[in-house]
Structure formats: structure tokens, C-alpha cells
T-cell receptor, first 118, second 112 residues
Framework: GAVVSQHPSWVICKSGTSVKIECRSL??????MFWYRQFPKQSLMLMAT?????????EQGVEKDKFLINHASLTLSTLTVTSAHPEDSSFYIC??????????????FGSGTRLTVV | SQQGEEDPQALSIQEGENATMNCSYK?????LQWYRQNSGRGLVHLIL?????REKHSGRLRVTLDTSKKSSSLLITASRAADTASYFC????????????FGKGTRLSVIA
């Protein structure tokens, strides 16, 4: 079935540095990628929607200059957390939709990235 | 934004008992899905029920959907300690650019 590979699975960085998270669709073309953030004991909150070759659409309250999303190809989308601060520590997870209609499930999720900013 | 509430927010049961979790949503949907998430891990897709379906089974899982009440339930029968996790419902549409919208989730603890 459809697989989305997300890396890294966890990262610890110093406050003020930037971190890049990658999501690759391995066996299908993902025209649309969704990025979610999940704080401890909370649900997944949509951060942004990115379409290949165009600018991402950010949800209200999500700073587009802080969370840079690039979706330059049909198989790769990246989220860069710029000038990270401890409050950015969270679980980030991507989700892709397959180009040719929907898969059996409709959405394929990456395995998530645990970001800790110290 | 989130669709609505999951009920209960936390549930603790003994192994072998059944666990029922409920989910409500606000808008019209094409389908509703249930996911499991172990602590600190990714999502595991459990089951999808389409808006024209009322009930669906998969192993020890039984999902119902009542579109008139905009609600769904997930029943796990004969629970096991390994079922301990958070369970989320998520609603989706067929159009390509709409994301899954997640409920707040139920944290299930199954005590051996």
C-alpha cells in the first residue's frame, strides 16, 4: 500500500536553531500534503496544507514565516521550523493524499517527528 | 479546527471488558475514520465507514455511524492490555485538498 516516509523520527535541537522535517511518498505521487502538530495528550491540529508547486495554505494562528513548508515535487514535502523555541517542542506528522483518487483509506500518514527544543 | 468532542476523554477498563468510545462531528462528511495512537507514536488506521453505511466490523472492532445525529461509536470487544492507546475519529471528504479533521480523542487504558 501507499507509504509516506517521515524523517527524522526524533530530533533535539538548541533554541534558536532551525530543524527540517521531510516527508516522502514512496510509491505514489502526493499532490497534496497536510502537516499536523500534536502537543502531549492532545489531538492532531492541522497546521497547513501544501500542494505541489504552490505556496502552502496555513491555518489560523500558524506563523508561515516560522513554519516553512516546501512541496517542490510530487514525492517530497518538507517542514522547516525556523528559530525554534521550547514552545515549538511537539510531535509533527504529515499526511498525503494520492493523486489518482483516494487510496483504500484516502490518507497516508508519516510516522511522525518528535521535536524537542532545549 | 476540530470537528467536535470525543466521549469519554479517558476510559479505564479491565482486560476482557468491552470499550465503547463515541465521536461527534459538526459538518457533513463523506466518510469517518478511526485511528489508534500509542503513546508518542504515529497513527494506525483502524477502520473507515462511509456516510452511506451504518455499521462496519473488523475483527474485534465495531463502528457505527449515525449521520442524522452526526455521531459515531467505536466498540472494542474483549479488550486486551495491548489495546491501551489513544483513539481518534477523523472525518474526511472526497475532494483532494481537504484534510482529515480529528476529534479530541479518547485515552483508553486496559488493565491486565
Amino acid at each position: 500500500g501507499a507509504v509516506v516516509s517521515q524523517h527524522p523520527s526524533w530530533v533535539i535541537c538548541k533554541s534558536g536553531t532551525s530543524v527540517k522535517i521531510e516527508c516522502r511518498s514512496l510509491d505514489f505521487q502526493a499532490t497534496t500534503m497536510f502537516w499536523y502538530r500534536q502537543f502531549p495528550k492532545q489531538s492532531l491540529m492541522l497546521m497547513a496544507t501544501s500542494n505541489e508547486g504552490s505556496k502552502a495554505t496555513y491555518e489560523q494562528g500558524v506563523e508561515k514565516d516560522k513554519f516553512l513548508i516546501n512541496h517542490a515535487s510530487l514525492t517530497l514535502s518538507t517542514l522547516t521550523v525556523t528559530s525554534a523555541h521550547p514552545e515549538d517542542s511537539s510531535f509533527y506528522i504529515c499526511s498525503a493524499r494520492e493523486r489518482q483518487g483516494i487510496t483504500t483509506y484516502g490518507y497516508t500518514f508519516g510516522s511522525g517527528t518528535r521535536l524537542t527544543v532545549v | 479546527s476540530q470537528q467536535g468532542e470525543e466521549d469519554p476523554q479517558a476510559l479505564s477498563i479491565q482486560e476482557g471488558e468491552n470499550a465503547t468510545m463515541n465521536c461527534s462531528y459538526k459538518t457533513s462528511i463523506n466518510n469517518l475514520q478511526w485511528y489508534r495512537q500509542n503513546s508518542g507514536r504515529g497513527l494506525v488506521h483502524l477502520i473507515l465507514i462511509r456516510s452511506n453505511e451504518r455499521e462496519k466490523h473488523s475483527g474485534r472492532l465495531r463502528v457505527t455511524l449515525d449521520t442524522s445525529k452526526k455521531s459515531s461509536s467505536l466498540l472494542i470487544t474483549a479488550s486486551r492490555a495491548a489495546d491501551t492507546a489513544s483513539y481518534f475519529c477523523a472525518t474526511g471528504e472526497n475532494s483532494g485538498n481537504t484534510p482529515l479533521v480529528f476529534g479530541k480523542g479518547t485515552r483508553l487504558s486496559v488493565i491486565a
